[in-house]
């Protein structure tokens, strides 16, 4: 690990957001110790095999840390959407983009989706022991014919009796593989209530726990993220009770719509410290390399580069800085019960705005990085080539960055 720190939130320091307050400041420390001390350790060893185990869940909800944008009531100690960005940028430090994406996927998708839209008995069940790290959570929506296009889906849900039956198909859906339940985007027919005929007032949410009968799944092997538990699903015939319907029937569209901001903004987070992560080792190695008896950080050619990506990392930060301080206010207007004070179309705009950038930005870093090790950043025993492979998804996760700016022109009118 180098010694330098481009952080601007650095420990002990000025916040970098006026939002921050000393508590900020306080989890940030108390995070990366954490990080430092129970998971960066073990990165090399969990990578080489491919795998980590279940109980880094339990281990990360012990000091609090799944619960800090949820309600105390369930077990959280929130809600402080700061916190949360707070402890998605000090995850991103723990060396495995893997580890990362699970326990990410686990904490801002699964159970944010339980938190916004489920019943107490269905928090009770599901959210509960999954802020607890007892249960692993997955998203569904992604499939081998949609992803972007929610309401391309095809995986259906008609009624039965009392209750439903799904079938179709997920995949690239991160905790796939091991997941205790998943939250399955569906379409319902009108003739099972759904009332309107345009298919995004179909999509409706459903949980599903990953033993039902009809369940399958694989674990999907990928360039990057290899320690994640990414998978496909397969639903035939799964039949639930309507007490596992999440939401209202149609009502999926919109809530899909609104937790696709928070992923995009979380992603903006963690890339923006992989980023900063990544200049640094670059910077650390071109100091001690040399080469024609000189350290490679000396020649102007490096020193420009490296220039040009810490004025990209300022811009990245500062849009997702930006993205964030909407969301905070217009969480807290809706948690309560006042009239939103961000318009929604500059909120979506700073959002694929920050995703956009940061994501980019982290894979042309940790590009470089590889570059500046020169033979030395191809070999698998260096960090280097490990962050080019993680960083290379983030411009199609959660959004391509071709998806991102469709959306930006068409805040424009365009």
């Known amino acids: ?223 990057g993220w290899r320690t994640s538990h990414t998978g496909e699903l397969i639903f035939e015939g799964v039949r639930v009770g309507d007490d596992h319907r999440l939401g209202d029937v149609g009502g999926g569209f919109g809530l899909i719509m609104r937790n696709f901001a928070w992923e995009r903004l979380s992603m903006s987070l963690g890339a923006v410290t992989a980023a900063e992560e990544g200049l640094a080792e670059a910077i650390a190695y071109a100091r001690e390399r040399e080469v024609f008896g000189r350290p490679v950080a000396s020649f102007q050619v490096w020193r420009h580069r490296f220039a040009d990506l810490a004025t990209r990392i300022a811009t990245g930060r500062a849009l997702t800085e930006h993205a964030l301080r909407l969301h905070v206010a217009t969480e807290a207007a809706l948690r309560a019960g006042e009239p939103v004070p961000v318009d929604t179309m500059e909120l979506v705009r700073a959002t694929s705005m920050a995703k956009l950038v940061t994501q980019r930005l982290a894979f042309d870093v940790a590009d470089e990085s590889v570059q500046v090790h020169g033979g030395a950043g191809y070999m698998m025993e260096y960090r280097a080539q490990r962050r080019w492979r993680d960083t290379r998804l983030g411009p199609i996760g959660g959004g391509t960055d071709e998806i991102m700016r469709e959306i930006i022109a068409k805040t424009y009118g365009l």
Not at 8 to 27: C, F, I, M, R, S
Not at 128 to 149: F, K, Q, Y
Not at 204 to 218: E, N
């Open 1 to 223: 690990m180098s010694d330098i720190d481009l952080t601007p939130a650095v420990v002990g320091g000025a916040p970098a957001l006026p939002l921050y307050g000393d508590e900020h400041t306080a989890l940030r420390h108390a995070a990366r110790t954490f990080v430092a001390r129970e998971l960066a350790p073990h990165a090399d060893a969990w990578e080489e095999a491919e795998d980590f185990p279940r109980e880094v869940f339990r281990t990360v909800a012990d000091p609090g840390f799944f619960g800090l944008k949820f309600d105390e009531r369930w077990g959280g100690s929130g809600p402080d959407l700061l916190a949360q960005a707070v402890w998605i940028e000090e995850l991103a430090r723990c060396g495995s983009g893997g580890v990362a994406a699970d326990l990410g996927a686990h904490s801002d998708l699964a159970c944010l989706y339980l938190a916004h839209a489920g019943t107490d008995e269905q928090l009770e069940r599901w959210l509960r022991p999954s802020i607890a790290g007892e249960l692993i959570g997955a998203l569904g929506v992604t499939e081998p014919g949609a992803g972007s296009d929610v309401a391309g889906i095809a995986t259906r849900a008609r009624r039965d009796g009392d209750g439903w039956v799904l079938d179709g198909a997920k995949v690239f859906i991160t905790n796939g593989s091991w997941c205790d339940y998943v939250v399955v985007a569906a379409k319902v027919g009108p003739e099972d209530g759904a009332t309107s005929e345009d298919p995004h007032g179909r999509v409706t949410l459903f949980v599903v726990d990953a033993d039902t009968p009809g369940v399958g799944r694989r674990r999907m092997s990928m360039l």
